[in-house]
């Protein structure tokens, strides 16, 4: 019998995030909730996916279900989403950007580190299909 793939946040609900969320259904990936600063926007796209909606970044990354966080927010918001994405312990992707300047993206391997996190940040649709195997 095959195991359920692993639940995944995803944090941003614009227009990556909905070719990311297509993705993760495409490659059988289990999208659990969405959340966005705007909550109609993450309301939208929970609605087409079938996923929970967060009202806050701490109960898509608390929820009991996820064990992946796919991060595709304004690029200025990056470092930040992933830094509390990593300090639950979850394994964290993030849509290219990782960070807007040096000094933040220094800070953001700095916690990646300090957390000994799985981290992923390139091409997310592969990266989804390979952590379902």
Same mark, same amino acid.
Not at 90 to 105: G, I
């Given at each position: 019998?095959?195991?359920?793939?692993?639940?995944?946040?995803?944090?941003?609900?614009?227009?990556? @995030?909905? +070719?990311?969320?297509?993705?993760?259904? $495409?490659?059988?990936?289990?999208? &659990?909730?969405?959340?966005? %600063? =705007?909550? !109609?926007?993450?309301?939208?796209?929970?609605?087409?996916?079938? @996923?929970? +909606?967060?009202?806050?970044?701490?109960? $898509?990354?608390?929820?009991?279900? &996820?064990?992946?966080?796919? %991060? =595709?927010? !304004?690029?200025?918001?990056?470092?930040?989403?992933?830094?509390? @994405?990593?300090?639950?312990?979850?394994?964290?992707?993030?849509?290219?950007?990782?960070?807007?300047?040096?000094?933040?993206?220094?800070?953001?391997?700095?916690?990646?580190?300090?957390?000994?996190?799985?981290?992923?940040?390139?091409?997310?649709?592969?990266?989804?299909?390979?952590?379902?195997?």
């Amino acid at each position: 019998m095959r195991s359920q793939p692993a639940g995944i946040a995803l944090i941003g609900a614009g227009r990556m @995030a909905r +070719v990311h969320a297509k993705t993760i259904g $495409a490659v059988g990936g289990r999208l &659990v909730i969405v959340f966005d %600063v =705007v909550e !109609s926007a993450a309301a939208s796209l929970a609605i087409d996916t079938g @996923a929970l +909606v967060a009202h806050n970044i701490e109960e $898509a990354l608390h929820h009991p279900d &996820v064990a992946t966080v796919l %991060v =595709v927010t !304004s690029s200025n918001t990056h470092v930040d989403c992933i830094i509390q @994405a990593v300090e639950t312990g979850k394994v964290v992707m993030c849509e290219k950007p990782l960070a807007p300047n040096l000094s933040d993206a220094r800070r953001c391997v700095d916690a990646l580190v300090s957390e000994q996190a799985m981290f992923f940040s390139r091409s997310i649709g592969g990266s989804i299909q390979g952590m379902q195997r």
